[in-house]
């Protein structure tokens, strides 16, 4: 048995071990077996062997130390042609991330130092993500004892002066926004044997769920699936795909990555410091082993066991406070003598109305089985998905749209949610096998395509994906036509580095709310999340009475539905101090709902400075939605000026560090080398039909790989999908159906829902109304 397929198989049987949904812990924590942490180490320990024994040489000759790497012989040489120089260690050395979390914001400092070690001097040019939401508001390099601070400028005046400085010798650092959460970074003239660190700050909120606060650090760009024909242009960027006329900039969000077993120098450090100000109840390690120390009941600090990770998979950590989750709290930030001040509100209100009987719905579930889903990724889909299956009533229909390359639909029309059909729907998700291009588009084409008729029964579209797409823009613009907008979107991320762009706009644009499941977690229990949130009354026609008071620019400006336990957060600004009762009101079954507070516009007020970035970029957010997919000139513009003035990342404006003068002579000649990432884990170069060497497709192959444009929606019945072209061309993995511990622990869930709709079906039939209960 080779390297390999022994993972292979030691993965499976790690994924059968751990899919058990165990009662104790918390409910979005994976629960593993005891056997696991043996069986990992003994996996280790036999991989290690077959992998020092493969024929495996060493960059330089020096031995292997963290932060370098080791490389097939076979890949050596396709490695040097891709990458000029390679030499023992990569540019980037390691990424160092502190978050300080006080209430609902987390501020994060983020530096990574970039070392030259060639003898000449260095560009390093890196893609990153960042969460989708996030404000970036400090940007600054330092070489040495000097640092040089950034300032945001419009984009094209950025990159000139960048290009300028780099081009006369100087040192200069560019931070640029491809996506909301793809970031490209550009260093210049790093000495010959010198390193450089950049810093960048930036603030954003926490998901939060009734009691439980979630933070994420996203790590690594996943291999985006790139539509739509070649453009005759140059590309804009240096990535691995051809820009298209559906992705105009491809080359910028589609970075080169490293082959299987091989890993770059980037070594990646977290520190997570929590100020709860209410008890910490629980911490939960949802995708690193954590090494926590708690000084106080409301504090605690978080950082990795093992002191430093490889950037492959989001860090999430996940926290509990105690106290009343019905809440309605507020935060105020006003610079003496300034003009505006911010106020910010966390609105978590619960409502006493009783559910009454689930009205009948049409639940959709649009199901990814591309290849980068392969492995552990489409297992869990599986696994969710039988989940929300089996926890349908008797009356209502449901669809299920499996895509890859090509949509399949479980059966053309709406089917009755009979303990028959479902059972054959479950069939059809075991079946589904990993492979082929993410096609998405075609398939909410297919899903949400039908006019809605307004007395037909509400329809709730559950997207299971991990939405590595390049054509994010056309997606949401498409989920903002008028006659979707009785559909309720609930976005489900899968995988180690799902694109939270795509998930958490859909999300908001359909008046959904999102989640993530990530390889660790029991996919089952935030299944079980799902149900309950979507089974109980939500609040609708929500709006905000600010009383007396004068708050402007609200954001949201329309206010989202609001599900039990899911946290409103409302931004506005204010240029008079005053004090009085705002009201939160809405309907939650046909009932009216409202709740009060009293809040104070205070006329000074130096704490939580946070708040005017937050809602700056908020506000850049719901600009951006709004045009989504058709830019204007007047969105740009209102974007730019946010940006210039707060002095934030944006579409349309840059952060950039110039050195004024010359500190040294330049020396030699400027190499521009790309720092290439490694693939998130449990995605394979196979399942994304990439070659094996990372090397760079020359322009023919690009234009052979994306050739054909998003087809129109089509929908084909069993069989599912098979396997096919995809991310640039190739045949996708495997996965294989739900294996037989998982189908066992599932049939005691599978029997109870079968009963509950037995009954429920025949509480709901008048001939049996004297039949006992």
Not at 21 to 36: D, F, V
Not at 450 to 470: H, I, Q
Not at 648 to 669: D, H, N, R
Not at 747 to 752: D, E, M, N, S, V
């Amino acid at each position: 048995m080779n390297a390999q397929s022994l993972g292979s198989s030691l993965s499976t049987a790690l994924t059968l071990s751990t899919a058990l949904p165990l009662s104790p812990g918390h409910p979005l924590q994976l629960n593993r077996l005891h056997l696991t942490t043996p069986l990992a180490v003994l996996a280790s320990v036999f991989i290690f062997s077959a992998i020092a024994q493969a024929g495996y040489t060493v960059l330089g000759g020096t031995p292997v130390t963290q932060g370098q790497m080791r490389v097939d012989e076979d890949d050596f040489e396709q490695l040097k042609a891709t990458h000029p120089s390679p030499s023992p260690s990569f540019t980037l050395k390691e990424t160092r991330v502190e978050a300080d979390i006080s209430g609902v914001l987390a501020r994060v400092r983020v530096s990574q130092v970039f070392q030259n070690p060639h003898s000449q001097r260095l560009e390093a040019l890196y893609v990153f993500p960042l969460p989708e939401n996030c404000a970036v508001d400090a940007y600054s390099f330092q070489i040495g004892e000097r640092v040089i601070v950034g300032e945001v400028k419009r984009k094209a005046e950025a990159r000139q002066e960048y290009e300028l400085a780099r081009d006369e010798g100087r040192k200069a650092a560019l931070l640029e926004q491809d996506r909301a959460n793809v970031f490209s970074q550009s260093v210049a003239n790093i000495p010959a044997g010198s390193e450089v660190t950049v810093h960048i700050e930036y603030v954003h909120p926490l998901e939060i769920d009734e009691d439980r606060y979630v933070f994420r650090f996203p790590m690594v760009v996943g291999p985006r699936y790139i539509p739509g024909t070649p453009v005759a242009r140059p590309n804009v960027g240096r990535g691995w795909a051809a820009d298209t006329d559906l992705v105009p900039d491809a080359s910028r969000i589609t970075p080169d990555f490293l082959p299987e077993g091989m890993r770059n120098g980037n070594d990646v450090f977290v520190s997570v410091n929590i100020d709860g100000a209410m008890p910490i109840q629980q911490i939960v390690p949802v995708t690193h082993e954590l090494d926590i120390q708690q000084p106080s009941e409301t504090h605690a600090v978080v950082t990795l066991k093992n002191q430093s990770t490889i950037a492959d998979k989001d860090f999430v950590v996940e926290y509990r406070l105690a106290g009343d989750n019905s809440t309605l709290a507020s935060l105020a930030h006003r610079e003496s003598g300034a003009k505006n001040g911010y106020v910010m509100l966390a609105l978590q209100p619960k409502w006493s109305v009783e559910p009454a009987e689930i009205a009948p719905r049409e639940m959709i579930l649009v199901l990814d089985t591309s290849g980068s889903m392969n492995g552990p990724a489409i297992s869990q889909l599986r696994l969710f998905a039988d989940h929300v299956l089996d926890h349908l009533n008797s009356n209502d229909q449901f669809r299920i749209i499996a895509f890859s390359d090509r949509s399949t639909a479980f059966r053309p029309n709406p089917t009755e949610a009979n303990d028959t059909n479902i059972q054959s729907a479950k069939q059809f998700v075991r079946n589904l096998r990993a492979g082929g291009g993410t096609n998405l588009l075609p398939a909410l084409q297919l899903a949400l395509g039908g006019n809605a008729d307004e007395s037909a029964r509400p329809r709730y579209m559950v997207l299971m994906t991990d939405a590595l797409v390049g054509n994010d823009h056309s997606i949401l613009h498409y989920l903002q036509k008028p006659k979707f907008q009785d559909a309720r979107v609930f976005p489900i991320a899968f995988g180690a580095a799902p694109n939270d762009y795509l998930i958490s706009r859909a999300a908001e644009m359909g008046r959904g709310f999102s989640m993530q499941v990530t390889n660790q977690d029991n996919s089952p229990a935030i299944a079980e999340r799902f149900h309950e949130l979507t089974s109980q009354p939500y609040m609708t026609d929500l709006q905000m009475d600010w009383g007396g008071l004068v708050v402007k620019d609200q954001v949201p400006a329309r206010l989202p539905d609001l599900y039990a336990g899911k946290p409103l957060i409302v931004l506005g600004r204010y240029d008079t101090p005053a004090t009085g009762t705002i009201t939160l009101k809405g309907n939650v079954s046909g009932q009216a709902v409202q709740m009060g507070l009293e809040l104070e516009l205070p006329e000074q007020e130096a704490a939580h400075d946070s708040i005017g970035p937050v809602w700056a970029r908020q506000r850049i957010r719901q600009i951006w939605n709004r045009n989504v997919g058709k830019e204007t000139p007047q969105g740009r513009q209102e974007i730019t000026e946010l940006g210039l003035k707060h002095q934030l990342m944006t579409q349309y404006t840059s952060f950039i560090a110039v050195e004024k003068e010359l500190s040294t002579p330049p020396q030699g000649q400027l190499i521009t080398e790309a720092v290439p990432v490694m693939m998130p884990e449990g995605i394979t170069e196979q399942s994304v039909g990439r070659s094996r060497a990372a090397a760079k497709p020359n322009q023919a192959s690009r234009q052979a790989a994306t050739r054909a444009a998003s087809p129109q929606p089509q929908a084909s019945t069993n069989p599912p999908p098979a396997s096919g072209g995809n991310y640039s061309g190739g045949s996708g993995g495997g996965g294989g159906p739900i294996g037989p511990i998982t189908g066992i622990v599932s049939l005691g869930g599978a029997a109870a829902a079968m009963m509950r709709r037995r009954k429920t079906r025949i509480s709901n039939d008048p001939s049996n109304k004297d039949l006992p209960r």
